[in-house]
């Protein structure tokens, strides 16, 4: 099959011919419809995460067909529609018995601890648990653009930060995570105050659903401005980029009793960002991670899609081919595309 392919961390990208995948008794073969591509993509390329190993296929935000299933599937069929977490449960440790796959102690996630769906196909283990149905109303490249940003700003909004029609959102950055987070929160009923440094992103927030957007880079104090504009600070901010000054900025526009949400990873010289600690404990403030989202939360997320309390598709930027991958996925820290870019011609 051809596939997205490198041997060293932030070494050369190219598409070339590899094995294909070989089904296993609990796994099945998707053959990709189309698959998103994500800044998380970029992160193990440069070699941020320990799970990788090399060489190496990317690719985690995908939709397609079974075309094989093993001995032990029950649940899924060959012909299945189908998308998948970014995270997947082994379906068997504490964590997955607790219902929390996001966090599984053995947890399986194409692209990172295998060959991911920058591919004609890939391997998905411990299938019966984290496939998903894809009902036929969605189609490949929205179910695609869904991805890790989509879903674990759900989880982050909805199940972390259990936001209420009313409350006050702040969101800072409005990359893939950060329009997903803007447009769930808007569709939950919220407020919700944008935050990033490109007016093109912002306009795109404001399409989304967010009321006020703030570009940093004219405002001198993002925190006081924040809590300016909603009379005492956000119900809930959620730093959607992950670097030292989001995250701070994150939980110091908080009012109290507030939440802080971290979805955006911080790495590099960001991977240990600053807190107002002393803001933390005088006004109560709660800090929370979110990192994917379960495959049996999938439902709630559709649902929201057909009665139209979201517009996923509406952050799709634009869709290229499998020869054009590797050079998008060493550009994405030029931070340049706008919404969501998903390989759909292989």
């Known amino acids: 099959m051809k596939a997205v392919y490198y041997e060293k961390f932030q070494g050369p990208v190219d598409v070339r011919e590899v094995q294909d995948p070989i089904v296993s008794k609990g796994s099945v073969i998707v053959k990709v419809g189309a698959t998103g591509l994500c800044r ?91 496939l998903v149905h894809l009902p036929n109303e969605i189609d490949f490249v929205t179910a695609a653009s869904l991805g890790c940003r989509f879903i674990t700003s759900f989880r982050a909004v909805i199940d972390q930060g259990k936001v209420y029609a009313g409350e006050w959102v702040a969101v800072h950055g409005c990359g893939g995570v950060g329009l997903s987070a803007i447009n769930i929160a808007t569709g939950a009923g919220a407020n919700v105050v944008a935050v990033d440094i490109d007016d093109k992103k912002l306009e795109l927030a404001k399409k989304l659903g967010a009321k006020i957007i703030i570009n940093a880079r004219k405002v001198e104090n993002i925190s006081a401005e924040i809590i300016k504009v909603t009379g005492r600070g956000a119900h809930v901010s959620i730093d959607a980029l992950g670097s030292q000054e989001t995250s701070f900025n994150s939980v110091s526009c908080l009012r109290k009793r507030g939440k802080h949400i971290q979805v955006g990873l911080t790495t590099g010289d960001h991977k240990h960002p600053k807190v107002p600690m002393d803001k933390v404990v005088a006004h109560e403030l709660e800090i929370l991670g979110s990192h994917g989202m379960q495959a049996f939360r999938y439902e709630a997320v559709f649902e929201m899609i057909k009665t139209g309390k979201v517009q996923p598709d509406l952050m799709l930027g634009k869709t290229i081919s499998l020869e054009e ?3 998008a996925l060493v550009n994405m820290n030029k931070f340049e595309n706008l919404g969501v870019t998903v390989i759909n011609k292989f």
Not at 44 to 57: A, F, N, R, S, T
Request: charge should be negative; proline fraction near 7%; hydrophobic fraction near 35%.
């Open 325 to 327: 991958a590797p050079q």
């Open 40 to 130: 998380s993509d970029w992160h193990g390329w440069m070699g941020h995460d320990p799970d990788i190993v090399l060489p190496h296929v990317p690719g985690h935000e995908l939709a397609g067909i079974i075309v094989e299933t093993g001995l032990e599937i029950k649940n899924f069929n060959v012909g299945d529609r189908v998308t998948v977490p970014f995270v997947g449960g082994c379906g068997t440790c504490p964590e997955c018995n607790t219902g929390n796959h996001q966090v599984c102690d053995n947890q399986f996630q194409p692209g990172f601890t295998a060959w991911g769906s920058f591919a004609e196909f890939v391997e998905i283990k411990y299938a019966d648990i984290n």
